[in-house]
């Protein structure tokens, strides 16, 4: 094969790099909403920016495709399909041995759970493990040590998270062994792990913030999502009610569970009640208070919360109802983003199961219209 022949074949390879790049941007619509992921994109689109660059001006280098990360993000996407329960991608977790915090790749299993992805051939992974790699460079075996000392300092659930290292290609049994006697567990696409219930917890109870009380006894959760509002709040969460509907899911994560709430989260329940809820909003409240244990609220905020700021949405209330939960040590059940995302910046990860926001809606009827009657 002649220079002309290497050179061509080398802008296919570029071509087919980009075509692949693209793949992955498309694929990761669909986890949007996933804290990381948007970083992720941007890091494709920078990969993209520049190897269209050296194609359109002749100047690409063979190493311009080995060091693409496209492979890694590719498996990284592969891997990402089979996980529950994600809550963020390239999560970062300090550690107290070295300046530079750990960046988690996925972060599953609403916390409970830590992956990382090795994308690299196996000759090269066992050989880093054997001690036959260049100066500076980790061995999943060093990159398993700082994962297990970063999930001792951040407990999640009150309990230290999972770890499980997905490689691309097959590790030989000894390596395997060695992770799994650190208390590593790996997998691959072919064999993932195995999750435990992402609605499990240690504990047998639940803290029901007052945004689940209210989705709960919604008259859009209880059949009656078929509406358009004068409202367009209204109209959207009826919408997203009709594609997913919420309350199959509350009871999935309620089932076997004693559920609580503190009494400034059932006083506040009650006053958006009688201000805003219709008849049946009302009945089911009624019915559901008898399944809930009422408790003194908090007199001490969590030392963890003391750095809180207070938004339109992260309010003193909020701060009581989740300081509840985290005194009993178990989940609180809400739909409030804006606290758990306030108190992540701060580096708190609050023990939650996070659900679409829904507000009472009979009493909007009067002014809206039925889709049934169209």
């Known amino acids: 094969m002649d220079a002309g022949d290497d050179e061509k074949k080398l802008y296919e390879e570029a071509r087919n790099k980009v075509k692949l790049g693209e793949?992955?941007?498309?694929?990761?619509?669909?986890?949007?909403?996933?804290?990381?992921?948007?970083?992720?994109?941007?890091?494709?689109q920078q990969e993209l920016k520049f190897l269209d660059k050296v194609i359109r001006t002749k100047t690409l280098k063979e190493n311009h495709i080995t060091s693409s990360n496209f492979v890694y993000y590719e498996f990284l996407i592969k891997t990402l399909r089979l996980q529950h329960g994600v809550v963020d991608i390239n999560g970062v977790f300090p550690l107290e041995s070295r300046d530079?915090?750990?960046?988690?790749?996925?972060?599953?299993?609403?916390?409970?759970?830590w992956v990382k992805v090795i994308a690299r051939n196996s000759k090269s992974v066992e050989d880093a493990a054997k001690g036959c790699v260049s100066f500076g460079a980790r061995s999943v075996l060093d990159q398993a040590e700082d994962y297990l000392e970063a999930s001792e300092l951040h407990f999640c659930m009150?309990?230290?998270?999972?770890?499980?290292?997905?490689?691309?290609?097959?590790?030989?049994?000894?390596?395997?062994?060695q992770l799994m006697e650190m208390g590593v567990y790996t997998a691959s696409l072919d064999e993932p792990d195995k999750d435990i219930d992402q609605y499990a917890t240690v504990s047998d109870e639940l803290n029901l913030d007052v945004t689940t009380m209210l989705a709960y006894v919604s008259a859009l959760t209880n059949g009656r999502s078929n509406w358009v509002f004068k409202e367009p709040l209204l109209s959207e969460q009826?919408?997203?009610?009709?594609?997913?509907?919420l309350k199959p899911l509350l009871e999935k994560i309620f089932h076997g569970k004693r559920l609580v709430c503190c009494q400034l989260a059932h006083t506040a329940f009650q006053n958006i009640l009688t201000l805003l809820g219709g008849p049946g909003e009302k009945a089911r409240a009624a019915e559901f208070m008898e399944r809930i244990t009422v408790y003194p609220d908090v007199l001490e905020i969590p030392e963890e919360f003391s750095n809180?700021?207070?938004?339109?949405?992260?309010?003193?209330?909020?701060?009581?109802?989740?300081?509840?939960?985290?005194?009993?040590?178990?989940?609180?059940?809400?739909?409030?983003?804006?606290?758990?995302?306030?108190?992540?910046?701060?580096?708190?990860?609050?023990?939650?199961?996070v659900h679409a926001s829904i507000a009472l809606t009979e009493s909007k009827e009067a002014t809206g219209h039925s889709l049934e009657n169209e």
Do not use: W
């Open 23 to 44: 793949e992955l941007k498309k694929a990761l619509i669909n986890f949007q909403e996933i804290a990381g992921v948007s970083k992720v994109q941007r890091k494709i």
């Open 100 to 113: 530079n915090p750990l960046r988690v790749d996925i972060v599953a299993n609403n916390g409970l759970k």
């Open 158 to 177: 009150f309990q230290r998270p999972k770890i499980v290292f997905y490689f691309s290609n097959k590790i030989d049994d000894s390596l395997h062994q």
């Open 238 to 245: 009826a919408e997203k009610e009709r594609a997913s509907p």
């Open 308 to 353: 809180i700021r207070f938004t339109a949405k992260v309010n003193e209330r909020s701060l009581k109802i989740f300081s509840f939960g985290m005194a009993r040590q178990i989940f609180t059940v809400t739909s409030n983003k804006a606290f758990v995302r306030s108190a992540k910046m701060q580096g708190i990860n609050v023990p939650v199961f």
